[in-house]
């Protein structure tokens, strides 16, 4: 299923997000999430006309990135657990595909 952006009828979603790197074509950002809609960081992106590299459900092509799916990595998480309560962050290295992907961006 595809989602958009409704504003009148649609449920609450914000995302805020930074420029990490400009490139001549591209742009590595930063995104942080208010809420946590079903494809959100996809749906907005697309929504202001930058979609998200190697998405062919919201992008207007495929890509030709190495990497499988979307160019999007999640580096933390932070979560209140659902029964103890207690917060919790989880932290994953960016892998190498993705960094692969950086290194294209840039020389393209």
Known sequence: MKWDVQPETGKPAVTHFRVI???KHFSYL???LETGRTHQIRVHM???RHPV???PLYGWKKDNFPIQGQ???SYTLDLV???TGKPM???APIPQDFLDCLELARNS
Do not use: S
Request: with cysteine.
């Open 21 to 23: 790197e400009y490139m």
């Open 30 to 32: 930063e995104c942080r």
């Open 46 to 48: 697309a929504h202001i």
């Open 53 to 55: 590299v190697n998405d």
């Open 71 to 73: 160019a999007l990595h």
């Open 81 to 83: 657990h659902p029964v």
């Open 89 to 91: 962050h989880f932290e």
